[in-house]
């Protein structure tokens, strides 16, 4: 079974200040997306990274696929209130199956 | 122009009831799902379904049944609600094991 790890659990900064969270596992996945969730709502998708080594930007958010494809990294410049959330990595195995998700952090951004 | 759509919102019910969930997609995926969020926020696939496959997660007791009258559908029926089965239940569709569109989720309380 493959699984992923998010770290770090909670993290509360304020505004201005810059975060990186973090997704990990020891299983090779084919592609891994990242998902935001608000409060009473589902899950939505950010983005899906599929190449080891790429980097995609959503304005003030940069995704990162390890190398490996084994973990992924998303950083947020200048935070805001608006960026607060659950924000969930999930992976797809490899020949598209066995996909899992995160257990997920959860930002809160203070104005 | 709802894309995942559930039914009800909220749903309060007594342990022992039977009860169903309805999910409708107008994004033409040829793939749907159920997913539980426990108080952790952790979400677990319960069911995957295309119209060719059902695919089961060996961990959902059997008194949950997914029913899918067409492929833009995908409900999900519950026998003899137990207090553990108090979560939000999320509807989810995507085409192929690709990017997944959730609905809004159902929150479910067993008294």
């Known amino acids: 079974t493959q699984l992923l790890e998010q770290s770090p659990q909670f993290l509360s900064i304020q505004e201005g200040e810059n975060l990186t969270v973090y997704c990990n596992s020891s299983?090779?996945?084919?592609?891994l997306q990242w998902y935001r969730q608000e409060p009473g709502e589902g899950p939505v998708l950010l983005v899906t990274?599929?190449?080891?080594?790429e980097v995609k930007k959503l304005k003030r958010l940069t995704f990162q696929f390890g190398d490996a494809r084994k973990d992924s990294s998303l950083h947020i410049t200048a935070a805001q209130p608006g960026d607060t959330g659950l924000y969930l990595c999930?992976?797809?195995?490899?020949?598209?199956?066995?996909?899992?998700f995160g257990p997920g952090t959860r930002l809160s951004v203070l104005p | 122009d709802t894309a995942v759509s559930q039914t009800p919102k909220y749903l309060v019910t007594q342990m022992g009831n039977d009860k169903s969930i309805k999910c409708e997609q107008n994004?033409?995926?040829?793939?749907m799902y159920w997913y539980k969020q426990d108080s952790k926020k952790f979400l677990k696939i319960m069911f995957s379904?295309?119209?060719?496959?059902?695919?089961i997660n060996e961990t959902v007791p059997n008194r949950f049944s997914p029913k899918s009258p067409d492929k833009a559908h995908l409900n999900l029926h519950i026998n003899s609600l137990e207090l553990g089965d108090s979560a939000v239940y999320f509807c989810?569709?995507?085409?192929?094991?690709?990017?997944?569109?959730f609905g809004p989720g159902t929150r479910l309380t067993v008294t």
């Open positions: 989810a569709s995507s085409q192929r094991q690709g990017a997944k569109d």
């Open positions: 299983s090779v996945f084919s592609s």
């Open positions: 990274v599929v190449t080891g080594g």
């Open positions: 999930a992976g797809t195995g490899p020949g598209g199956q066995n996909f899992v």
């Open positions: 994004l033409g995926h040829d793939t």
């Open positions: 379904y295309n119209n060719k496959e059902l695919i």
